[in-house]
């Protein structure tokens, strides 16, 4: 039988490739909330030994990346009625090919790492890397400011694999810390859009431009 | 018992939420005392934590909390009056967000785990982004949407580096907790690949919020858009509390005898961290995003000597001490300008010394002390940090250095004769509060009586901070 660890890491990153072809708002939301579900749900398979104590704080952070923060930014948009456009500085088949390239790129390199895998997992690395470059390129290529919460949600995404992948130092009381961090963050990005959309009557970061310099 | 520190100001920021309106204002000042009692007993005690697996205290850790408690005492009691000059919205939620930005800023000078540190920088950010927002603007949004996007993906660097660091005593088997004082007793033995990784994405992460050029382009926004108190929290202490997590970081590479390394990379960012400054303050227009060049400029200086090391690493702490102290009392007095006039602009300003002559007293000090004029610490300081790096034969990194500050003096300078001294048609005397000028005015008093005389306990501090990464005399 096939390793679920691996099949689930295909599955991440192919959500990359379609969030970066996703040229409306609402699915992109779906494709971060299904690749928060399968990132969230990788630790149940590494083979760790599992106390209720990490059950219970794996079972939170599902529940929070793939199901709280995604709702939260979806009712989000509803309520400030934006375009659901996320207006790409780089079109999407560039960003598209740039995605595959990336992975091609990142599974290339990473055995060069001579990381010790974790029980043998070559695709481990190479995901994380893959989405943490990724959600960097969301950030930096999309003008909607919602698709770069959204970029940021995927490099978190990222991290979260580098931690759970290869270190099992971090305390879950401290990982937890962590994850309510990044939810207040999300918050606070979605409070600060609704009062910029107010402001500028778009969510457009092209029209933020009065303290440029 | 050294978390009741942090857990004060929280309970009351949380209870400053739900207060009535202007309740707060004197739970601000009395939590400020508090506070500042707190940290000189443990500066005199040193007790032990009560979870010491996630905090200890530390001499830099110590030096940070007692400028952390002084400034935010004494920007209180500003605040009190400033509240009254200024109409904000919601000021029960201004003062608890204030409250709960200092209680994340004390976890931060007092965490000893590398992801608490972590968890309490990020705090930081999330604490401080509705105080930069206060004024409601379409433009003090801008300056928040920035900060908070800017920074957290910086700081999720950071992480990325914290857990970079815990693979690198993966990979060289150590078996200890992830705490940066266990760190640099097993440095040797970190796998010294991933440690440098680790160093070089923790650098950008906390560099970010440091305002560390490159990535500095958030911090002249929100510091000139956020309410002057609040710009000078920023500046005084948010910066020093980032620097910290650097700070400590780079004694692990000195204890695993890579402190070249990242004294290299520190000595890099720094220098370019003055000559941006160097190049944004000659044709600023605007005098706060002029003061929040200069602290990027301070920051740049501050790696620096810590990169130099040696003798710059005494000089840098002490930089860091006095520009705390100067900065947060020029941003106090460009809060009372911008009260005064209503204008943002330099060229909007004027006459200064006729119309608000107390304030021109505050100001003119503060633009002699941040520009290295004795007696005033910095002097000291930045002298240092040029001595050290001729020692060490950065020759060009000096020249760099001293051709930076002398262009920066040139371009502040014209400024400050131009608001203190220019033509301005308003009346001709503007009204002062008195609990508007006397911090600015206690804050370099403070700056110059450690020029003068430094007590022997907090010389042995900074000394105790920098021998860790090979400074010292």
């Keep these: 039988m096939t390793n679920p660890v691996e099949t689930l890491l295909v599955l991440v990153l192919l959500s990359v490739l379609s969030a970066l072809g996703s040229s409306r708002l609402p699915s992109l939301i779906k494709v971060l909330s299904f690749q928060g579900l399968v990132v969230s749900i990788v630790p149940l398979f590494m083979g760790h030994e599992m106390n209720t104590g990490s059950i219970i704080f794996t079972l939170v952070t599902f529940l929070i990346r793939a199901f709280a923060i995604p709702l939260y930014i979806y009712v989000a948009i509803r309520r400030v009625a934006i375009r659901r456009e996320a207006n790409p500085i780089v079109g999407y088949h560039a960003s598209l090919l740039l995605g595959l390239v990336l992975i091609v790129a990142a599974i290339a390199v990473s055995p060069k790492f001579n990381l010790p895998m974790p029980q043998g997992r070559p695709l481990m690395l190479p995901t994380a890397v893959t989405l943490v470059v990724a959600g960097m390129f969301l950030i930096m290529s999309r003008r909607n400011a919602i698709a770069m919460v959204l970029g940021y949600m995927m490099m978190e995404n990222g991290i979260y694999l580098v931690g759970t992948g290869f270190s099992l130092r971090a305390q879950h009381i401290v990982e937890f810390g962590i994850l309510l961090d990044v939810l207040a963050g999300v918050m606070i990005m979605a409070v600060i859009l609704q009062h910029i959309k107010q402001a500028f009557d778009s969510l457009d970061t092209a029209r933020l431009t009065t303290l440029k310099e | ?473």
């Design chain 2, 1 to 473: 018992m050294i978390e009741l520190i942090i857990i004060v100001p929280l309970v009351a920021g949380l209870v400053a939420f739900f207060l009535p309106l202007t309740m707060a204002r004197p739970l601000l000042v009395l939590i400020g005392a508090v506070h500042l009692l707190l940290s000189t007993l443990l500066w005199l005690q040193r007790p032990l934590a009560l979870l010491p697996d996630y905090f200890a205290i530390t001499p830099e850790g110590l030096l940070s909390l007692i400028v952390i408690s002084l400034l935010f005492f004494l920007i209180s009691i500003y605040t009190t009056a400033y509240l009254d000059a200024t109409r904000i919205h919601s000021e029960n939620f201004f003062s608890g967000a204030l409250l709960v930005f200092l209680a994340s800023m004390t976890m931060v000078t007092l965490s000893d785990h590398l992801m608490v540190m972590w968890i309490a920088i990020e705090a930081t950010t999330l604490a401080s982004a509705p105080l930069i927002y206060t004024h409601r603007s379409a433009a003090s949004f801008e300056a928040t949407w920035k900060y908070v996007l800017i920074c957290s993906v910086g700081i999720a660097l950071a992480l990325l580096g914290s857990l970079l660091i815990a693979l690198s005593m993966d990979v060289g088997g150590v078996d200890a907790p992830v705490a940066f004082s266990a760190l640099a007793q097993e440095a040797p033995r970190l796998a010294p690949v991933w440690l440098k990784a680790g160093f070089v994405f923790i650098l950008v992460g906390y560099g970010t919020k440091m305002g560390l050029a490159p990535m500095h382009t958030w911090l002249p926004d929100a510091h000139s858009e956020a309410p002057s108190p609040v710009s000078a929290l920023l500046s005084g202490v948010l910066l020093n509390c980032a620097f910290l997590g650097i700070f400590k970081t780079h004694k692990i590479m000195h204890a695993a005898g890579l402190g070249d390394f990242s004294g290299t990379i520190l000595i890099f960012f720094g220098l370019a961290s003055i000559i941006a400054a160097a190049t944004f303050i000659i044709k600023q227009s605007e005098y706060k995003r002029l003061l929040a060049y200069s602290s990027i400029e301070n920051m740049g200086i501050i790696a620096l000597g810590t990169g130099i090391g040696g003798l710059g690493a005494y000089g840098a702490m002490l930089c860091l001490i006095h520009h705390s102290l100067i900065k947060s009392s020029l941003f106090l007095s460009a809060g009372n300008v911008l009260i005064g006039y209503g204008e943002r602009t330099i060229a909007g300003t004027g006459r200064l010394v006729r119309m608000m002559p107390k304030t021109f007293v505050a100001f003119i000090s503060g633009f002699a002390g941040i520009s290295g004029f004795p007696p005033f610490g910095i002097f000291i300081g930045e002298l240092l940090i040029i001595m050290a790096a001729l020692r060490g034969g950065h020759f060009v990194a000096a020249a760099v250095f001293i051709l930076s500050i002398a262009v920066i003096f040139a371009g502040f300078s014209r400024h400050v004769i131009q608001i203190s001294f220019g033509a301005n048609a308003g009346p001709d005397r503007l009204e002062e509060h008195a609990a508007m000028v006397w911090p600015q005015y206690m804050l370099l008093f403070t700056s110059l009586v450690l020029f003068i005389w430094m007590p022997g306990t907090l010389n042995q501090t900074i000394r105790l901070a920098v021998a860790a990464i090979g400074g010292g005399f």
